[in-house]
């Protein structure tokens, strides 16, 4: 039976696909992919050559019921994003939600995604923690933090390096400045960074620098 798999690539080390990923990348008919000119990339040094389509944010709505067809006629289909496992602050839900609906199969690799090594790199405690993703940037930003404010589990969010100060700087009025938090900077990279303290110790170290890559925010939970 045909199934629409769900592929997870690395999020900076080119080294952390899995065997698994880079054989059914091989095996598919058609791969998805977020951007077209980075998923080439990646093939490209995994010597793979397959037709290609993207699979994006502006197109998802438009192409989803069209590509659960195309499943259902017997191809396998691969969707990978950027980086890390696609569907998570990434197009794939609604794919993945429609392929269920039509009883196609799905199956999701295990693999590559920023909040796992955030977390377990955090310190803070792992056994029950809440996925926030990327903060609204404007409207419902206010009323998020104001939910968020008597979490008692660990909390994870991804942030753009130009928003990182703005975000601290509200945890220390939302959450309080003694709360405990990690900054994950450039996982798997070259210059991967942990930064582990208080809202307010990192807060001050990151205003000293300017601050460069991918960020992951694992932050404590209401005692
Ligand atoms: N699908 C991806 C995943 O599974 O993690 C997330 C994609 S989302 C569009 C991109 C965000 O993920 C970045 O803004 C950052 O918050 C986080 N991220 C991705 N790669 C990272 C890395 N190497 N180090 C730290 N954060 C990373």
Do not use: W
């Amino acid at each position: 039976m045909s199934k629409l798999y769900i592929i997870p690539t690395p999020i900076g080390n080119l080294e952390d696909i899995t065997l698994r990923a880079i054989r059914l990348l091989k095996e598919a008919d058609l791969i998805l992919a977020e951007d077209t000119r980075n998923t080439s990339f990646l093939l490209k040094h995994l010597e793979i050559s397959k037709p290609l389509k993207s699979y994006h944010q502006h197109n998802e709505h438009k192409t989803v019921s069209e590509l659960v067809d195309v499943i259902a006629s017997g191809k396998n289909v691969a969707l990978v994003s950027d980086a890390g496992t696609p569907a998570i602050s990434d197009p794939g839900f609604l794919l993945v939600r429609e392929c269920i609906k039509a009883g196609v199969e799905v199956e999701c690799l295990p693999g590559p995604t920023a909040f796992v090594p955030a977390l377990v790199n955090s310190g803070l405690p792992c056994d029950s923690f809440v996925f926030v993703g990327f903060l609204p940037q404007k409207k419902g930003r206010h009323t998020k933090l104001l939910e968020l404010k008597e979490e008692a589990r660990t909390m994870i969010f991804y942030e753009s390096p130009f928003r990182l100060l703005k975000a601290l700087e509200e945890f220390k009025e939302y959450f309080g400045e003694e709360r405990n938090v990690c900054v994950s900077r450039e996982l798997t990279k070259l210059y991967e960074e942990n930064k582990r303290g208080t809202v307010k110790e990192v807060c001050e170290y990151f205003s000293q620098k300017q601050v460069k890559g991918e960020i992951v925010i694992v932050l404590e939970g209401k005692h």
